[in-house]
C-alpha cells in the first residue's frame, strides 16, 4: 500500500486488506487511514511470503510494486495462489521498453 496514496479511490463498501513489507511505510499508511476515515486492514507482509490462505481474495490490486520486489514471478506466484478462481488482478506498473531506444533512454535516465 506504500503511504496509501491509493485510498482515497476505493469505494466505501469494501473490506480491504493493505500489505508493505516497510514498518516506516505502515507507519505513514495508517495516519492516512485514519484522517481518511478509512475501514483497512495493514499488515507488514512481503508479496513474496504471503500469510494468507490459498484462494481468500476476490481482487488484488498492485500500483508500482513489482519494479522493486527482488522475486517477481514469486510475489505473482502468491497473489495467484491468494486469488480465488475467477478473481481480479488489477496492476498499473511501469516495466523497461521492448524498444531499445526506450530502453536506452529509462536507464540513462534512472542509473
Ligand atoms: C513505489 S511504492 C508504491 C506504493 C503504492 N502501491 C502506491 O501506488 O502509492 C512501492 C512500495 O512497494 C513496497 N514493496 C516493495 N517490495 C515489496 C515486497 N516484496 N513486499 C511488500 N511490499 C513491497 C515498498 O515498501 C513501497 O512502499
Redesign the pocket.
Known amino acids: ?6 485510498f482515497p479511490y476505493y469505494p466505501g463498501n469494501l473490506a480491504v486488506t493493505a ?4 514498518r516506516g ?1 505502515l507507519g505513514q499508511a495508517q495516519r492516512r487511514a485514519a484522517q481518511l476515515g478509512f475501514p483497512v486492514e495493514l499488515v507488514e ?4 511470503s504471503l500469510a494468507f490462505p490459498d484462494s481468500f481474495f476476490d481482487t488484488v490490486v ?4 513489482f ?4 522475486d517477481p514471478r514469486r ?1 505473482l506466484g502468491e497473489i495467484r495462489r491468494v486469488l480465488k478462481r475467477g478473481g481480479r488482478l488489477l496492476m498499473a506498473e511501469h516495466v523497461l521498453s521492448k524498444r531499445s531506444g526506450l530502453r536506452f533512454l529509462c536507464a540513462f535516465l534512472t542509473p
Open positions: 500500500m506504500g503511504t496509501g496514496a491509493n500489505i508493505d513489507f516497510s511505510i507482509m512481503d508479496v513474496q498492485a500500483t508500482c510494486v519494479c522493486t520486489v527482488p510475489g
